[in-house]
């Protein structure tokens, strides 16, 4: 499925957004966990550029045009839906499950059906990260690092306030036209866990030492009003 976002380079122009070499320079505004060489082909992601993306409408933004229950608070705030490149589904924020997996992030909906596959991104310019809040229950998205054994650095959205839990970076691949997100809590990468049995089958976790294919990397659908 082609994305509906424009190539960021067309949007924020060649000089915004310069792919750094393999072996770039550690990303000195971000928390230490989040500070390695940029992925080769990759490039990071700040507030100004993902503002300004306005996708040509397809399928899938007609589906998504009310889907604005929360508006953006922030000046460099963007609502996305986010659909896995590995198992092609949206990701959705599983209010109704029940502790301790309350608000899991789960790529299982086919469509963008409401506020559920809904996501504020917004940009800190202090520390160069985004927090994603859940338009679904209104909370921002957390890694679970304490949690154990398949739970253990969980996607939840749980927080009502922004700390390290809550802070990612965000990287584009124009050739492929995909994204990927790494948390600042632990300096992983967010996967899809296409693997996973039961109720957490298709959960996001940040558990990947690098972006190594598909179950680290999402398509990105701007949400308009």
Do not use: C
């Amino acid at each position: 499925m082609t994305s509906v976002l424009l190539a960021l380079s067309a949007l924020v122009g060649a000089s915004a957004l310069t792919a750094p070499a393999a072996a770039a320079a550690p990303q000195t505004g971000r928390p230490a966990a989040a500070q390695a060489a940029v992925p080769a082909g990759w490039e990071v992601v700040e507030g100004d550029a993902i503002a300004a993306l306005n996708g040509e409408a397809d399928g899938k933004r007609s589906a998504a045009r009310n889907l604005t229950a929360q508006d953006a608070a922030a000046d460099e705030t963007t609502l996305l839906a986010m659909q896995s490149a590995r198992n092609g589904l949206f990701v959705t924020t599983e209010k109704n499950y029940p502790a301790p997996h309350t608000g899991a992030l789960r790529a299982r909906s086919a469509e963008i059906g409401g506020s559920w596959e809904g996501f504020a991104f917004e940009w800190d310019e202090a520390s160069q990260t985004y927090a994603l809040r859940s338009l679904a229950n209104g909370l921002y998205v957390a890694v679970e690092k304490n949690f154990a054994g398949s739970s253990q650095n969980l996607l939840r959205a749980r927080s009502t306030g922004v700390g390290g839990w809550e802070r990612f970076v965000v990287y584009y691949n124009e050739e492929l036209d995909r994204w990927a997100l790494q948390s600042t809590l632990n300096g992983l990468f967010v996967a899809m866990e296409n693997g996973y049995t039961g109720s957490l089958q298709y959960a996001l976790r940040a558990r990947s030492a690098e972006i190594g294919g598909s179950w680290e990397e999402f398509f990105l659908y701007e949400l308009g009003a």
